[in-house]
């Protein structure tokens, strides 16, 4: 039996934003949320990319004489071949405008066949399925601290409130390892499906969207999620995209696509193509989560959210031999001395034998070649961290200043001192007890005694309270005992 979806969408800047960077598409073939980030690096032109990408392939089935609907993986077909070749054009407007890097998107969304959805995600917008009044996602974020709640470290509720909450571990930037997530979801008769960014489900707890994504009327479903979004601030982008299984319908299967969101003003420049990029899908799209290099996101701007596309790794199209050899000897020379005017910029905290040291450069190699080197060395002692804080350092804690690394390194020196309080709390004895002087003036014994040595075990030892620093930028948790 073959069913249709009822949509609506809606798509706001939210109460902070400066402008709208997210973009949407629906059809009734189709439902995508596109989270644009960067900043003034254009992140509602990436989006929009993402969006141009997905109108063209939908439209290949919306005519008479079109095809049929893609069924089963043919939809993940279809749909992840049209976020490869955004990603592909993200790259090329990088590398025709280095002005752009930095920008990328999220994507979430999927493909309608009748009776099943082909869904396609990468990054932190989400994708929810509520049936018989139960929600479950249909996603999963590939952020920081959705990585810490897979490892046990913290809570969803932690989760929530954590300071790193917006990091992300992979996203559509032109950069060809972050490979989608995608899955086939079987549906039945009077599923609610959602889609939307983080400017929803980052202030909307699951609870009061399932709640609202029961409201009979959609309609009203848009409007409480919205209204409930700005309630919690409304400190980012807000795009819902909210559909509802229903029986075979002629006239929704027939109705028009729309775009919604920064796709339905942004342009996209005519710019210079390249190749495509070869890339081998890994067997399980998550595998590398555990492993890619955390982007950072500004509180003020999203600017750092992505890494840059580094446009000196794609390739060009051949042209005569001798234009190409001009070419790359200029490419050469020129990347040497870029290079090494941009890794000036970069800093990081790192190892260095058993210390701590702050970097100058990027903790990655080319070849054999470092690209980094110890700018400063410090007294802090790696065996004097806390587990957690160890860890953070063993795989280099990215810094955007020489001042934000120092403030990380006190943050990191606060908490080897209490933990090395903590040590010699627990490996001091007891004072021993004394036996009652005959005399009546006490003994030095004695006085010691009746002054009193704290067992470790006795006395709770507070959480390390956080220490202040101008230009701080990696807030790493308060450090209790138990992490020593």
């Known amino acids: 039996m073959a069913f249709s979806l009822d949509v609506r969408c809606h798509s706001e800047i939210g109460l902070v934003r400066r402008n709208n960077q997210d973009s949407g598409y629906v059809s009734p073939r189709m439902l995508v949320v596109a989270d644009g980030m960067g900043g003034a690096a254009a992140g509602d032109l990436a989006s929009t990319v993402a969006v141009r990408h997905v109108t063209r392939a939908d439209e290949r089935f919306s005519g008479e004489d079109s095809p049929c609907r893609p069924q089963g993986e043919e939809m993940l077909t279809v749909l992840a071949g049209a976020v490869a070749d955004a990603n592909d054009e993200l790259a090329d407007l990088v590398a025709w405008d280095s002005s752009l890097e930095g920008m990328g998107t999220t994507f979430c969304g999927a493909m309608f066949s009748g009776t099943q959805l082909g869904v396609v995600h990468i990054g932190d917008s989400r994708g929810y399925l509520l049936r018989q009044g139960r929600m479950k996602r249909m996603t999963h974020d590939h952020s920081w601290v959705q990585s810490l709640i897979d490892d046990g470290r913290i809570t969803p509720e932690e989760a929530a409130v954590h300071p790193h909450r917006s990091l992300l571990l992979k996203v559509l930037n032109g950069q060809p390892q972050h490979v989608p997530d995608t899955q086939i979801v079987d549906l039945r008769l009077g599923d609610r499906i959602l889609f939307c960014s983080d400017g929803l489900c980052g202030l909307v707890d699951d609870e009061t969207i399932a709640e609202h994504l029961s409201t009979t009327n959609l309609d009203d479903v848009v409007d409480l999620l919205a209204t409930d979004a700005h309630a919690g601030g409304g400190t980012d982008n807000i795009t819902i995209v909210v559909a509802e299984v229903v029986g075979a319908d002629p006239v929704l299967d027939a109705s028009e696509p729309h775009i919604i969101g920064a796709a339905t003003t942004r342009k996209v420049p005519e710019h210079e193509v390249t190749a495509p990029l070869s890339v081998e899908q890994p067997s399980s799209a998550t595998k590398d989560a555990g492993t890619s290099t955390v982007l950072f996101d500004s509180e003020a701007e999203e600017s750092m959210r992505y890494a840059p596309v580094d ?174």
């Open 311 to 484: 446009s000196r790794t794609r390739r060009r199209r051949h042209w005569l031999w001798p234009v190409v050899v001009l070419a790359v000897a200029a490419v050469v020379v020129g990347g040497i001395f870029g290079t090494r005017a941009y890794l000036n910029t970069q800093y990081y905290v790192g190892t260095d034998g058993n210390a701590v040291a702050i970097y100058q450069g990027s903790p990655d190699s080319l070849a054999w070649i470092q690209l980094s080197h110890v700018a400063e060395t410090t007294d802090v002692k790696t065996t004097d961290l806390p587990r957690y804080y160890r860890n953070r350092v063993s795989e280099n804690i990215r810094v955007s200043s020489m001042e934000s690394a120092h403030s990380t390194v006190a943050e990191l020196r606060t908490g080897a001192e209490h933990c090395k309080a903590v040590r010699e709390m627990a490996t001091t004895p007891p004072a021993a007890p004394t036996r009652p002087s005959t005399t009546p003036s006490a003994s030095p014994q004695s006085s010691a005694s009746s002054s009193g040595i704290p067992h470790p075990s006795a006395v709770p030892t507070p959480a390390m309270p956080s220490p202040s620093a101008s230009g701080h930028e990696v807030n790493l948790p308060a450090v209790s005992s138990g992490d020593c």
